[in-house]
């Protein structure tokens, strides 16, 4: 179905009339582009955690040169690659760009290292070596192959400009677009993936929201009556749950969707404001005591759950979402294979009560830490058969080694998980699928999280570099020493202080067994970093 799709694309959609280019490349086309669309004065864009994100003014010079890239990956790699026109969880005034390698992972290092420097260049001539560099460095016959880009966006209206950008740099590059409209992010990755590779495995084929009901369908056999709560952050991740709702509608499940772009983007809703705020988005704060709820963010990728118990919101995240997703794989598979090893990857947020919680209950699965960002949990995640990997903020799946995928329930689970980044869709429907063996209040009280909290700091990031995924301070010299007297003081307590990779400030995170030790702990940070540099707590 997806190949049928797109074939009619190809020729419906896709008009390019000269695209033969041998060997050398006619940058012609693009400069006139670069010209018509110059870098706004003083801005020097950077590849960022997720991709390149900002006001989406800004964006219009970056969409051209990270567009011409992704046509020679394209071109090198002979296989489609992905562009993705999304600003997530950020204010509906922003916009951004995800990149998409024909594997269906993001971009590897080495072309966010191409993106940013191609970002950074000041004039075309510039634009025009860095390209011809990566052309040579990598040996791309450029005439050899059109280089074919899948493009999508979320429901933002910049989207539409920036595509059309996206669009025209393609062609000029010699490339051909496939777009496939308003999709949510993982649904893009899924595209990229399945046009490249699957065409063996018949399901594979299928359009994204088939192929995770495909895989629904063999895994939840419950006949049980069940109602859950959607806040689909007024994004693209709506459009998808629509047609989920009326699926789930015939297994006996009803879902009630909330915040379906009858209001601003990500403003009082979505995954990232119930996190943050531990607070109920708009239109939901009716919801019934211990009702299923969930938050998507804005373009479908993370998911977290929260309820009302006790009259009181509480939040189920990304370390919870894990737990419940190693207590559904745990034993079944414990005894397949005795080499199958299982890991659990999160990031320095992850709540001390939860590794605990995964020591006590699974202690053959493997803790480990990765760095705040979703790429690098998925990389972690890969070298191990199961790897389950979440962001407390939600973002998460599981990865699946070849071996793993030998079990025919794994090879079925894989296609709920997705295999290349994490996914709202198909974490929600995978949630259901375990709430088959452990019921909703079992899984809030399977651990009571450590009082903790997080706050952002303005001051000059530029002063501070880490080790240990950014539990440490390397720079400015000294100032971890420092901190860990002050820590020492609290007895079973944890705080780091780390620059944001997406915002212009610092994040100081506190935890402490001892409720009354978190703003005092606080507080004598805030007090240190002050003797180092300017700081605003907010
Ligand atoms: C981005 C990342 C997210 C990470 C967050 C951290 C993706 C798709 N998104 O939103 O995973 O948690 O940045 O932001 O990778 P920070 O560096 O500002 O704390
Ligand atoms: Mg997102």
């Not at 950008?165 to 590059?173: G, N, V």
Request: proline share 2%; glycine share 6%; charged share 20%.
């Amino acid at each position: 179905m997806l190949t049928e799709k797109l074939i009619n694309l190809y020729d419906t959609t896709i008009i390019v009339k000269h695209t033969v280019y041998i060997s050398t490349m006619d940058f012609t086309r693009l400069a006139a582009l670069f010209h018509a669309y110059p870098m706004p004065i003083g801005y020097i864009p950077k590849y960022g955690t997720s991709g390149f994100r900002d006001h989406a003014k800004l964006l219009d010079a970056v969409v051209i040169r990270a567009s011409a890239m992704m046509v020679l990956r394209s071109k090198e790699i002979k296989n489609h690659c992905g562009i993705m026109v999304t600003a997530s969880h950020n204010p509906e005034n922003d916009n951004g760009l995800k990149l998409i390698d024909y594997t269906g992972d993001m971009i590897n290092e080495e072309f966010e290292h191409y993106a940013t420097q191609l970002a950074s260049c000041q004039s075309f001539e510039y634009v025009q070596s860095t390209l011809n560099n990566i052309i040579s460095e990598r040996n791309i016959d450029v005439g050899k192959y059109t280089g074919y880009i899948l493009i999508g966006q979320d429901t933002r209206a910049s989207g539409d400009h920036l595509i059309t950008l996206c669009k025209k740099t393609i062609l000029a590059m010699g490339g051909k677009y496939i777009s496939l409209g308003q999709v949510t992010t993982p649904e893009l990755h899924y595209s990229v993936a399945s046009s490249n590779f699957n065409m063996k495995s018949v399901y594979k084929k299928l359009p994204y929201i088939n192929n995770l009901m495909y895989a629904f369908r063999k895994l939840y056999h419950s006949n049980s009556y069940y109602e859950i709560n959607v806040d689909c952050a007024n994004g693209v991740g709506a459009l998808r749950m629509f047609e989920l709702a009326q699926h789930l509608y015939t297994y006996n499940i009803k879902v009630n969707l909330y915040n379906t772009n009858n209001g601003k983007l990500n403003d009082l809703c979505g995954a990232d404001y119930v996190e943050k705020t531990l607070d109920f988005p708009a239109n939901m704060h009716n919801v019934h005591e211990n009702a299923i709820c969930c938050s998507l963010d804005g373009d479908a990728d993370r998911i977290v759950f929260f309820s009302k118990n006790r009259n009181k919101f509480t939040l189920l995240n990304g370390d919870k979402i894990a737990c419940l997703i190693i207590k559904y794989l745990y034993n079944p598979f414990d005894n397949i294979e005795s080499e199958t090893s299982m890991c659990v990857v999160h990031t320095p947020y992850a709540n001390g009560a939860f590794t605990t919680y995964i020591k006590d209950m699974f202690p053959s699965v493997h803790i480990q830490c990765a760095e705040t960002g979703v790429k690098y949990l998925h990389r972690t995640a890969k070298q191990y058969d199961i790897g389950v990997y979440f962001e407390s903020n939600g973002h998460g799946s599981v990865h699946f080694s070849q071996q793993a995928l030998q079990n025919k329930a794994i090879s079925t689970i894989s296609n709920l998980l997705s295999q290349y980044t994490g996914d709202a869709l198909g974490d929600l429907l995978f949630v259901l699928v375990a709430l088959q063996q452990t019921s909703f209040l079992e899984w809030m009280y399977m651990y009571q999280d450590y009082p903790c909290k997080q706050v952002k700091l303005y001051g000059d990031k530029s002063l501070f570099a880490t080790t240990d995924f950014g539990r440490k301070l390397l720079q400015p010299e000294g100032l971890q020493d420092k901190l860990e007297k002050v820590i020492a003081n609290y007895s079973h307590s944890n705080c780091f202080v780390r620059p944001s990779g997406t915002e212009d400030l610092l994040r100081l995170y506190v935890e402490c067994k001892n409720v009354n030790h978190v703003e005092m702990l606080l507080t004598d940070t805030v007090t240190v970093l002050s003797s180092y540099t300017q700081i605003e707590v907010k």
